[in-house]
């Protein structure tokens, strides 16, 4: 397939610049895979959609304040940083403005020493490996102090707390972006959810800034995903095999929960505890192992998360109903409305 198989026009007004206040206030489109039979509600009503005994997974971990500007030394010039990935102890592969001017040797001071950036070498992408010093703190204290969340760029609107950028059950800290499905999420939401008998399990798979990067290959199988780490726990492992077990549905909430599953169920066969880095790329044509239902964004136009929606639902299917949210006014992107595909 080709990559302007997945384009498809969308209004700047439609991307959401805010999130839905409360959170379940977003609205839901249902997609039934089979049919293409599109359905309206809210996130809230979630509950009479689901079935006793579905198991939700979702994706625990939580947004770096990742985005550090600082002064670089002596000549005081303002420096932009942001961190990607660790490579060893303080030792983090970042992006880095300017870029030229942070050459081999050269420091950046944060938060008046709270943290000290010294550039170590360049990628080959441009990419800056870098090493931190954070002088009577660990290197996560000195971030909470003077990072920032690093909010995607088509988002244009100061947030009023960072927390509405982080999910509420987010707890391990390590991506560069928000797994944002699960935004729509409230205790109370999820409460309700336990009280009907749909479970929930965890995971984790950190995600990196790799999940913007455009397709730029016109044939999308030529394209090169980003590598990110995951994790699955024995427990969230034994509650899967479970479900499955028993005929009971997986739902995955967002694309890196069902990449976590599908690059363990790839990499092992079965769902079991394990940890590792992926690179998982699914497009129309995958066989689905783990997952029986997602619940997802509303995707940029042309990149692999809408490749992974076509994949589940139909590509027919998929951009037909994107075309109706379109039409029908629904939010787009990271802070935007929900869709519920089964």
Partial sequence: MQKSDFYYDLPKDHIAQTPADPRDSARLMCL????????????????????????LVVNNSKVLPARLIGIKEPTGAVCEVLILKPLQQDVWECLAKPGKRLKEGAKVVFGE???TAEIQSTTPEGNKII?????????YEALELVGRLPLPHYIETQLEDDSQYQTVYAKTLGSAAAPTAGLHFTDRLLAELAQKGIEKAEVTLHVGLGTFRPVKEDDITKHHMHTEWYSISQETADRINATKA????????????????????????KICACQGDTSIFIYPGYQFGVMDGLITNFHLPESTLIMLVSAFAGYEHTMSAYRTAVQENYRFYSFGD???IL
């Fill in 32 to 55: 039934a895979r089979q049919t293409g039979e599109v359905k309206h509600t809210v996130f809230s009503n979630l509950p009479e959609l689901l079935q006793p005994g579905d198991l």
């Fill in 113 to 115: 020493g709270v943290l």
């Fill in 131 to 139: 090493s931190f010093t954070h002088p009577g703190r660990s290197f």
């Fill in 246 to 269: 028993a005929g009971r549905r997986v739902i995955c909430v967002g694309t890196t929960s069902c990449r976590t599953l599908e690059s363990a169920w790839q990499a092992h066969g």
């Fill in 338 to 340: 929900a869709m519920l």
